[in-house]
């Protein structure tokens, strides 16, 4: 297996551009001595002869002219590879995959999408839109990059940092006995015909703790992983739920309400996840910044 050395070919191409071991010894760094032993080296290891000697100016031999065109190719590669490198550090370019539960995703990818798309317009958010559990084990298999999830999280697997805070409240049709109430509590749902997230989403297991944290397993008519269809359920009179208050902002039911909850109150921890001692991209860094100043 041939092992050239990169200055090697560097300083073969000197001689080669300049004709002459002095003239390209004029014009770099390296004596004329060294520029004769690095062509020397190259021709032993080549076992061709790369300049023709015999007249007064060098002149490249057919192997010569062989070598000199790869060793350009070679340097353009070297060169492209660092515009490429830079191109990173400077956050031109890139691709991330970004883990967010479908309700997540619908009140704040958007957001997100535009702000660093302003920023850095050549790298690509991949949006992957699955429960939290999932979003969990797929960044812990290195298939995502980073997630926004409920917490908790398992910190002994994942770097968290906190995003947004929000308080559940009920939804509930207009015509319900309980939507005339100012606050309701879980003990008065005790009885009702729960709408829930599937269990892939840690929604799901966070609703039902709290009712048996109340005394009570709910009631569960319906499961979805669409969050408007869960109040297209509760417009339909077929349950109720207990979502997040921003949702309220944008669902479009008007004849759903939203009472405030109460004793205890439940709040929706969003935080972001990646996988601890996972290499971080350039480009993901430049996200986790901007989403850690949200």
């Not at 990059?145 to 697997?157: C, K, N, S, Y």
Request: charged fraction near 25%; hydrophobic fraction near 45%.
């Amino acid at each position: 297996m041939i092992k050239m050395e990169l200055r090697d070919l560097k300083s073969f191409m000197e001689v080669a551009d300049f004709k002459s071991f002095t003239n390209a010894a004029a014009h770099s760094f390296l004596t004329q001595p060294s520029l004769s032993k690095a062509v020397k080296k190259l021709e032993e290891e080549l076992d061709v002869e790369l300049f023709d000697r015999s007249t007064r100016h060098l002149r490249l031999t057919d192997a010569g002219r062989i070598v000199y065109q790869q060793s350009q190719k070679a340097f353009a590669a070297l060169s492209e590879l660092n515009i490429l490198l830079d191109e990173l550090r400077d956050i031109a370019a890139g691709e991330i995959k970004f883990g967010i539960p479908p309700l997540i995703g619908t009140l704040f990818f958007p957001m997100i999408a535009q702000q660093f798309n302003e920023r850095y317009p050549k790298v690509t958010l991949e949006l992957v839109e699955l429960g939290a559990k999932v979003i969990g084990r797929l960044i812990d298999e290195a298939k995502i990059d980073v997630g926004i999830v409920v917490l908790p999280a398992d910190e002994a697997m994942f770097h968290t940092f906190p995003f947004f805070q929000d308080e559940f409240v009920l939804f509930i049709h207009e015509h319900h006995e309980l939507a005339q109430k100012t606050t309701v509590t879980l003990k008065d749902l005790q009885h009702e015909s729960f709408i829930l997230f599937s269990e892939d989403f840690a929604l799901h297991d966070y609703i039902i703790d709290a009712c048996k944290s109340e005394g009570f397993t709910p009631q569960v008519s319906y499961q979805s992983s669409q969050w408007d269809l869960i109040l297209e359920l509760v417009s339909a009179k077929l349950g109720i739920a207990l979502l997040p208050k921003l949702i309220y902002q944008k669902q479009t039911n008007k004849n759903v309400k939203i009472v405030p909850l109460q004793n205890p109150t439940l709040y929706w921890n969003l935080g972001i996840i990646t996988k601890k001692d996972a290499y971080h991209s350039f480009a993901l860094r430049e996200l986790l910044k901007m989403l850690n100043n949200q």
